[in-house]
Every structure is written in C-alpha cells, then in structure tokens.
C-alpha cells in the first residue's frame, strides 16, 4: 500500500516561491507517474504537473515557465518548485501517484495562500 505525504505548504506574497515534497512510503519505482493537482476554493481539482518513471515531465500552461516537478529516487520524494506564485495559484496542493496496475493513489494536501 502506497501512502503519500505532502508538505511546504504556506501563506507567501505573489512573486515568491515555495517548495511542495511529497514523501512517498514504500518504492517509488512502484510507480508509474506522479503528479501535483489543485484545488482552489469553488473549483474543480486541476492538473499541475506530472512526472513519470522515466522523468518525463508536463505541466499546465498556466504554470509554465514558473514550477518544476522533479523527483529524488533515493529520497521516495517529489517535489514542485514554484516561483513567481500569483494570487490564483492559492489552494489545496494534492499529491497524486498512479501505480502500474492504475491504481490511483491520493495524499491529504497541503494549503498554498498567495496573498497580492
């Protein structure tokens, strides 16, 4: 059974960044992709960003050119930097993984308040 745990989230004034980890217990070469969804207050819950097993990587247009998802075999953590947050990137930040057999697996989220 695969848990995620996220973290990093936090209040930050537009321009600034921060750093989401999601701590994966058990092997993540168990698992296909992973991804960082959203989702902001009254909204459906949104693509960020995806990394698969072999590193390829997508993003959503609106945070192109600003986040980075990334992921550290030997730490079980992936990450998404953002820089240059802007007010409509507040939310609930929820960390997703897709296990081979496509089983869909959800962390608890973490807030992101980006104040203008």
């Known amino acids: 059974q695969v848990q995620l745990v996220e973290s990093g989230g936090g209040l930050v004034q537009a321009g600034g960044s921060l750093r989401l980890s999601c701590a994966v217990s058990?092997?993540?070469?168990?698992?296909?992709?992973m991804g960082w969804f959203r989702q902001a207050p009254g909204k459906q819950r949104e693509l960020v960003a995806a990394?698969?097993?072999?590193?390829?990587?997508n993003y959503a247009d609106s945070v192109k050119g600003r986040f980075t998802i990334s992921r550290d075999n030997a730490r079980n953590t992936v990450y998404l930097q953002m820089n240059s947050l802007k007010s409509e990137d507040t939310g609930g930040y929820y960390c997703n993984a897709q296990g081979w057999s496509s089983t869909t697996y959800w962390g608890k989220g973490t807030l992101v308040t980006v104040s203008s």
């Open positions: 058990g092997s993540i070469f168990s698992l296909k992709s």
């Open positions: 990394i698969t097993s072999g590193g390829s990587t």
